[in-house]
């Protein structure tokens, strides 16, 4: 059953994330993921106060099997971050060393970010036929346990419908090129890879999938 995410659920989320992202984490911060778990349970938490029908979860007899992040407006869900002063708490998390996350791994992690945003934004803006609100799908991630068994298809599924009633006209993901199962799934609904973009840890490809159904330039 896929369903919006309740507070107690953030917990498994976030386990999920680690499991799921493990090449990422220790990219940036290391083998060690010590405080991980509550930094990202501590994101996801803000992401599903500032747009709960976005935040959903696949529910398998109280387990959380796997979850996605639609947010149907970026730079919306920036402004909120700003004005309910989650980056004020996340810092004071991090300065306390609640996070786990030294300088190195911080400045490491934030200078890649940053740089991947920029090239986004850039992206965006070089392509005109982009009019209208992009969506972005911003993380999915099933349970190993549960994986082969559609989760991802349909948590997939229901995101889409939820934008589908927002204001936006397109939907945006990146996936990595080695994620050959994901790829497939984002075909399989839509999506086609129109650009790619870099971070320090390698290569995106940009899939884009329109929600009125014009055609796409790729």
Request: proline share 3%.
């Amino acid at each position: 059953m896929i369903r919006p995410s309740q507070k107690n659920d953030l917990t498994q989320m976030s386990q999920i994330f680690l499991l799921g992202f493990h090449d990422s984490i220790a990219h940036y911060l290391g083998k060690s993921s010590f405080g991980i778990q509550r930094a990202m349970g501590d994101i996801f938490a803000a992401m599903r106060e500032c747009e709960p029908e976005g935040v959903l979860i696949a529910d398998a007899k109280g387990h959380v099997a796997g979850y996605v992040i639609a947010i149907h407006s970026m730079s919306h869900m920036w402004w909120q971050t700003f004005k309910r002063l989650y980056w004020w708490k996340w810092t004071w998390h991090w300065l306390k060393g609640d996070y786990g996350i030294g300088l190195k791994g911080a400045f490491k992690l934030i200078r890649s970010k940053m740089g991947f945003a920029a090239s986004q934004m850039f992206f965006v803006r070089k392509t005109p036929y982009l009019r209208g609100r992009v969506a972005q799908i911003l993380s999915i991630a099933v349970h190993p346990c549960f994986r082969g068994l559609g989760i991802g298809q349909a948590l997939l599924h229901e995101a889409l419908s939820y934008l589908h009633g927002t204001q936006a006209s397109f939907v945006k993901l990146e996936v990595r090129p080695s994620n050959i199962s994901a790829k497939h799934l984002y075909e399989k609904s839509g999506f086609k890879a129109i650009a790619s973009v870099s971070d320090s840890q390698g290569p995106w490809i940009v899939m884009l999938k329109d929600l009125e159904k014009h055609t796409i330039q790729q």
